[in-house]
């Protein structure tokens, strides 16, 4: 077996390569401990809001006909509205609804009087007030808008008169 000697000036460079080395190793674990003081001692800071609040939506009504035109249930559009009381005012009257907000057809041919030409034919438009008081993410809120409302004279048959139906309810 042969042995390899090592000549003394290969031994020095060897143990120089293992300091340098350890320099290496000691100068990262130094790094290391400063930036871990660091982030101990960083002050709280407040969190940041990342997500904006909600803004309000407006609201918006839509009416549905039923029962052969004889009702009309008028609801929000937005699923986030919950309506608590609806105020239709037809001419100068006033109609109550509570928070079905189903309205009648025979209730609005009373408020209309005898401002409406019955014996007319087609499709015939008012114009109505509503006001509203609605919840929206637990606030309550009013809200007032103009909108048209819809309808068409049907006769009665053989022995009624004339009756209004509603068609829609637009804005």
């Known amino acids: 077996m042969?042995?390899?000697s090592e000549t003394d000036a290969q031994r020095r460079s060897r143990l120089r390569w293992i300091n340098l080395g350890e320099a290496i190793a000691i100068a990262a674990l130094i790094l290391s401990g400063l930036g871990?003081?660091?982030?101990?001692n960083k002050r709280e800071e407040a969190p940041k809001v990342v997500v904006e609040k909600p803004t309000a939506i407006p609201l918006a009504l839509r009416g549905r006909v039923a029962d052969d035109g004889r009702t009309l249930e008028i609801a929000p559009i937005?699923?986030?509205h919950a309506l608590q009381s609806l105020t239709i005012t037809v001419g100068a009257q006033a109609i109550e609804l509570g928070s079905d907000a189903e309205l009648a057809a025979a209730t609005v041919e009373d408020a209309l009087g005898k401002q409406v030409d019955r014996d007319a034919e087609g499709?015939?438009?008012?114009?109505v007030r509503v006001a509203a008081r609605y919840v929206e993410a637990g606030t309550d809120k009013?809200?007032?808008g103009s909108y048209l409302l819809s309808y068409k004279w049907k006769s009665g048959g053989l022995l009624g008169g004339r009756s209004l139906r509603f068609v829609g309810l637009s804005r």
């Open 142 to 144: 009013t809200a007032t």
């Open 123 to 127: 499709r015939k438009q008012v114009r």
């Open 2 to 4: 042969t042995k390899t």
């Open 36 to 40: 871990l003081w660091h982030e101990w």
């Open 78 to 80: 937005e699923s986030s």
